[in-house]
């Protein structure tokens, strides 16, 4: 599968702000399983910076739908959010996410206390620049 | 949109276990704009036995790939909580699933346990016999 459009893009920013890729990509164990291995198709980006460890899920929400897109990310934070608390307890997971992208969803009333509600961090990056914009904890 | 395919044996299946149907579709007001309209393409169905009021996403789990299917259904589930909280607050949300596919789901140790976290409730059903397997809360 080819890597998410903005896989680069998320280290590179990640970089200019001075963190430290360690790993790319890392593959948690989900799952053996045949009917499972979509799972490992999708893979986490590590970086380091100081005493902070962080993994992070790369989105581009560039697919037909941008719920459906979101819907996706979301399961996967969730899911991997427990697999990485087994194997990396002291790495905190991080959803990148296009500017552009957390900018509609939050003109929505009711999908901006949708994603408050949720408590995942995001990166917010700038897919133009290549930099990092926010960080939401 | 088609109906889910599964959408006349889960109402078929509650009517057999006593429930009344008040509603197919009911459509929360999710959002109006334009960019988030495949929200409105998802609907539930509402049913009630006695004082008990659910309401009930259906899905079938046909697609591609199981945990992409299971993403998109949790997904929805998590954003319809929050919007039945607010218009139908006194309304239990289920999510319907084929005992199939809750078998094979469970199966996963991983799977099982991030099941075990979301704290979701399921309304397992049986695809051949139209019939209510289990209720998970």
Redesign the interface.
């Known amino acids: 599968m080819a890597k998410d459009i903005f896989h680069e893009t998320v280290k590179i920013a990640l970089q200019k702000d001075g963190w430290t890729i360690t790993a790319d990509p890392l593959t948690l164990k ?2 053996k ?1 045949k ?2 291995i ?2 490992a198709a999708e893979k986490l980006v590590m970086a380091q910076k100081n005493n902070q460890k962080i993994a992070i899920e790369i989105k581009s929400f560039v697919g037909f ?4 897109d ?3 990310a ?3 934070y ?2 991997y959010f ?2 990485l608390k087994k194997e990396y307890p002291d790495w905190t997971l991080y959803l990148a996410m296009p500017a552009e992208t957390y900018q ?1 969803l939050q ?2 009333d ?2 901006a ?2 994603l408050g ?2 408590q995942l961090h995001y990166l917010i990056f700038d897919t133009t620049k290549q930099e990092i914009k926010q960080w939401i904890n």
Chains 1, 2 share one sequence.
């Open positions: 989900l799952s399983r009917i499972f979509d799972l739908s941008l719920l459906t979101f819907y996706h979301l399961g996967q969730q899911l427990l697999a509609i003109s929505d009711l999908l206390e949708f509600e949720l």
